[in-house]
């Protein structure tokens, strides 16, 4: 029997794009940007983001990288969530651009993830993550997630995505819309 390579098969990368839970209203008369940086979650928003956190252990996910918002709201967030699946540890890094940032900000980020980074999480803000998982939608949703999608994507809203490509080199059409939870 001659010898037959085995198959190989590109391991299956996860991304979740989830917006920060709810946050409080800055105190009044406090404007501009610090004091919309420094926003924190409501009691509902930690309760909201632990519930993310069961339902992100729940489907095993195991995020390798997850870039956060520099915002204390995305921040708390993130704390709220917990340990993640396996209680791995992640490499966390704040970015600065993900505050405020647009979908093409959020987008080229991805192109920096390392190749060997396969399951990733990003934790933002919208407009920007709402019109970025609309435009991947767009071109894979299933069709039992299209009234979710056009509901909004409300705080603590996650979108789950594939790709069988590298994060840094996958293009638009390659990163499918798997589920989306829109608390």
């Keep these: 029997m001659p010898d037959t390579p085995a198959a190989s098969h590109a391991p299956v990368r996860q991304m979740v794009l989830m917006r920060h839970a709810q946050a409080a209203p800055a105190p009044f008369g406090a404007m501009g940007m610090q004091a919309d940086l420094g926003r924190p979650l409501t009691a509902y928003g930690r309760q909201t983001a632990a519930s993310c956190g069961a339902l992100l252990r729940a489907r095993h996910f195991a995020p390798e990288l997850v ?25 966390i890094r704040y970015v600065n651009a993900l505050y405020d940032a647009m979908p093409e900000t959020i987008r080229d980020l991805l192109y920096e993830v390392p190749d060997n980074v396969n399951n990733i999480m990003i934790l933002a803000h919208n407009p920007g993550l709402q ?26 809203s996650m979108a789950c995505f594939t790709a069988t490509q590298a994060w840094n080199q996958a293009a638009d059409g390659d990163i499918r819309l798997t589920d989306l939870s829109c608390q």
């Design 131 to 156: 019109a970025l998982v609309a435009h991947w939608a767009a071109r894979h949703c299933p069709p039992e997630l299209e009234n979710a999608l056009h509901q909004g994507f409300p705080p603590a």
């Design 67 to 91: 870039m956060v918002s520099p915002a204390v709201r995305t921040r708390q967030t993130l704390a709220a969530i917990g340990s993640f699946y396996g209680d791995r540890q992640p490499d």
